[in-house]
């Protein structure tokens, strides 16, 4: 493995991943003018900000939380908005914070806040990926490109990993990826598509062909048949019955809870509330719900309800559930509810999807030109098939969490290693901490984790000098 220089060069934090966790967390340790620690950002994406969800480029792709909700700062929840007003050239108008912003617009959000930290200029960012992580008096980051970097602590900030979906060899030029619009606006107009996965990844894809004007049909196929559901067309407002919402679930068993929940949507719509307020008034209690129940419970909420829960709780805008339905009206668009069992080459360049139909023994199938991998993120942490993950497994610096969903973390989020000491040195935020906190990937969660790491991080010891300067150069922020 090649080394730039014998002794790699020094910082004091080092945060790997420059999606939206990486450079909340960043955000947060830069608040002061004069610097107190060395922070490097190293990214495998092409720009910090983007990351996974807002490095589409596409204008229909739009945020799933509304711009009230997705300030940096929990403490100005206006920020994003103001943003947003600012390069319309205006005063945020009451309306905007209910507004549903293209997803790119929050990357250059992000990129923004960076930006005009106090402390900007004491970054380093590093475009490089980290392959391998060693504990050797603080933390020996290996790079990609062979450079090293030496850390006194380190947040996982690396996100999102695509699930894969095997395809056979035959078939591997006819299976396109749902993050990958380019090539998905490519597609001849006329042909058939089956997407493979029923979630936000496949309205991604539904919006990204309409949008290029696509005529064939397109066929979605996942084990419920059930695609998100909308945000409600007006916000409403948190009562007073907020906390007690919670206080009630939280001793049921899943299916109690179910019952419970069924109960309070009809009280509200009786009430000539929404569902969706009910569902708002529980998510700051999301972490809650999930930690009081025991493996059991967590289990069998995994197995039965996750995607009756995952479609209410993560909503998509109106104006998008709206083309949605209107694909589906006009038949262009079809739902299919089952189990994928096999893709297989059909006569001509096309392809015959096998799966069986949910609820009965009954083998179906589907032809098309193209399949879409839409099944969304890999929450297994032994499925990930990352390198950095399957390194720090292997050097017991960390382990699978509850239900093998992410990294085992307590608190503000150290990381459990393998003998189940906490690290005071090695932090994880975002989608891997799934398993231990259910409610981690959103803007919302994401904030407030990144400054709880961020404040432990600056009330830390003390910084060491750097021990070569030469073996990861300075590098300039990329365009957006
Ligand atoms: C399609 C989609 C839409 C979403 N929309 C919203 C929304 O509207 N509102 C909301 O609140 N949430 C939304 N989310 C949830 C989303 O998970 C978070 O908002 C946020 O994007 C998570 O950011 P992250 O930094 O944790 O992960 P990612 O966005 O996955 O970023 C991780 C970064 O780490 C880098 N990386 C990974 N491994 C390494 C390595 N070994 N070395 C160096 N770099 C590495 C990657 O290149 C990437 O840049 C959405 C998620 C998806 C997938």
Known sequence: MPTACEHPRHVDIAIIGGGASGVLVAAHLLAADVPRKSVALID???????????????????LNVPAGGMSAFADDPGDFARFLAAGQGGEPSPG????????????????????SRPGFSALEIVHDRVSDIERRDGFHLQLASGKRLHADAVVLAIGNA??????????????????????????????????????????DVVLTLAEAGHRGRLHVLSRHGLMPLPHATSSGHAGAAEADAAAALLEASAAGRLRLLRRMVAEASAGGD?????????????????????????????????????????????QVH??????????????????????????????????????THAEESLQCDWIVNATGIETRVRARGDDLAAALLARGLAVPGPHGLGFASRGIGEVVDAHGHVAPDL????????GDLWETIAVPELRQHAAGIARHLLARGSTAPDLCEGALGRDQLPAP
Do not use: K
Not at 283 to 302: I, K, M, N, V
């Open 96 to 115: 905007l914070a209910a507004t549903f912003a293209p997803r790119r617009d929050y990357a250059r959000y992000l990129r923004n806040v960076l930006e």
């Open 427 to 434: 932090f994880v935020i975002g989608a891997l901490r799934l």
């Open 44 to 62: 495998s994406g092409p720009a910090p900000g983007r990351g996974v969800a807002y490095g589409t480029g596409a204008p229909e792709h739009l």
């Open 322 to 359: 709206a083309v949605l339905t209107r694909l589906q009206e006009s038949g262009q668009l079809r739902i299919h509810a089952g189990r994928l069992l096999a893709a297989e080459p059909a006569t001509g360049n096309g392809c015959r999807i096998r799966y069986r139909a949910r609820g």
């Open 274 to 318: 929404s569902w969706q307020r009910v569902f708002e008034r529980l998510r700051p209690h999301g972490q809650r719900l999930w930690q009081t129940w025991d493996e059991g419970e967590q289990a069998s909420f995994l197995r039965h309800l996750v995607r009756y829960w995952d479609i209410h709780r993560h909503r998509i805008a109106p």
């Open 162 to 203: 695509p699930r894969r979906l095997a395809v056979p060899a035959a078939l591997s030029d006819r299976l396109l990826q749902a993050w990958d619009p380019a090539s998905l606006s490519g597609l001849p107009p006329e042909s058939d598509v089956c997407i493979v996965g029923s979630g936000l990844s496949m309205v």
